[in-house]
Structures are given as C-alpha cells and as structure tokens.
C-alpha cells in the first residue's frame, strides 16, 4: 500500500542536541507537511512544501528547520533542541489534483522529548 | 487569520445516545474534514465535505456542511465503545490548495 512513514519513531535527546526527524512517502503526491502535537492545542504546522523547490515556514517554524531532498521525502530539524519542543510530530502529504482535494495523509507519528 | 473551535473539548457519553460534536470556523471556506486519532496513534481521515450541504455516513457517524453558518457536525448515533477516539475538525481557505487550520479535537469517551 502507498503509505507515509516517519523515522524515528520514538527519540529522547538533550537539550541542546542537533536532531533530525525523517518522512517518507510512496503516495507520489508533491504536497508535505510537519505537524507538532501537544495535549490540548491540537496540530500545529511547522512547515510547508509543495514542490521540492517551495518551502514555506508554518505558524510555529522558529528553532526548526526542513529539508526536501526529493519529492518523496521531507525531512524536520531542530537545530539545537529545547524542552518545550517536547512534543509528537505528524509528516502529512496531500494531493490537491485529487478528488478529495485537501485531504491528508497522515504519517505514524515521532514522539520526541527533549530532556 | 482562520480560526476553528470544536466543542465540546471532552465529551463523556453512554454507550447507546446519540451526541452532536461542533466545528465553527471563522472566515469562508467551502470545505471542511474530520479525522479520527486513537490515543497514542495517527490521524486516519474520516469524511471529506466538499461542499454546501454536503452529508457523509459511515456506519454510526454523520457528518455535515453548512459554509453559509461556517459550521459541521459531527453525529453519533447510538454511540458504542469503539468509537472513544479524539475527532479533530480541518479547515483550508476558501480559495487555493494551501494549509488546513485544525481545531482542537473533541475527546469522546464512550462508557458501557
């Protein structure tokens, strides 16, 4: 099955670590995106990419940085971590040429804590 | 700035009633999702509405469009344990295939 995947899946660093969290996906859609997740304040975006070339920065993109190093991958970093980054992080790709336009496809999660 | 608020935030029901979940948002866009996460999981998505008075069922679960009011509901009938879950909302803009503004999610628990 076309499918998105997230390594790693769990990850406990320390503050001040350089850290890289990977996605993949074989849904050949252009569209990726990252996701934090912390209780009560549903998802956030952190950034954007509708091409290998269009990057855009989310609501939340400060201490964060990506990479698209092909149109099925999107990689996050958190250059030097903190521990209110503390969270879990969603890769997601969409295919607006679709019929279901918006929609998106919801990687397994990173559940990272930052200590 | 787009908005969506859900509500309620946690709603805990018996097994067997039926409840309604709320999405507003607060600028016009004519489409809207649902998604489901169980705890500790993904987001797996559940209805795509895509236009004014759009209705979508799916086994116990109903959902709606209304864009004049900026609202969908989220029906459950004769709710059963398997569907305690977080239901999250998601908004695009009106126009262009950008970003979704999710709301906050409404954590149902379904009690025997």
């Known amino acids: 099955d076309a499918d998105v995947t997230q390594t790693p899946r769990n990850r406990i660093t320390k503050t001040g670590k350089r850290i890289m969290l990977e996605c993949s996906q074989t849904?050949?859609?252009?569209?990726m995106y990252w996701y934090r997740q912390d209780p009560g304040l549903g998802l956030r975006l952190i950034y954007y990419?509708?091409?290998?070339?269009?990057?855009n920065k989310g609501e939340i993109s400060d201490g964060y940085s990506v990479s698209r190093q092909a149109q099925a991958k999107f990689s996050l970093s958190l250059e030097s971590a903190i521990p209110n980054q503390t969270a879990l992080y969603f890769c997601?790709?969409?295919?607006?040429?679709?019929?279901?336009?918006?929609?998106?496809?919801f990687g397994p999660g990173t559940r990272l804590t930052v200590l | 700035e787009l908005k969506v608020e859900q509500n309620p935030l946690f709603l805990s029901m018996q097994e067997g009633k039926n409840y309604t979940i709320y999405c507003n948002y607060s600028?016009?866009?004519?489409?809207l999702y649902w998604y489901r996460q169980d705890p500790g999981k993904s987001l797996e998505s559940l209805f795509v509405?895509?236009?004014?008075?759009a209705v979508k069922q799916e086994g116990r679960l109903m959902a709606s469009l209304d864009t004049k009011a900026r609202l969908s509901t989220l029906h459950i009938t004769a709710a059963v344990h398997d569907l305690s879950a977080t239901y999250f909302c998601?908004?695009?803009?009106?126009?262009?295939?950008?970003?979704?503004?999710f709301g906050t999610g409404t954590r149902l628990t379904i009690i025997p």
């Open positions: 997601a790709t969409s295919d607006p040429y679709s019929g279901r336009r918006d929609e998106q496809f």
């Open positions: 509405l895509l236009s004014n008075g």
């Open positions: 990419s509708f091409d290998v070339k269009d990057i």
């Open positions: 998601a908004v695009p803009p009106r126009f262009g295939n950008e970003k979704l503004t």
């Open positions: 600028t016009t866009s004519d489409r």
């Open positions: 849904k050949g859609h252009d569209r």
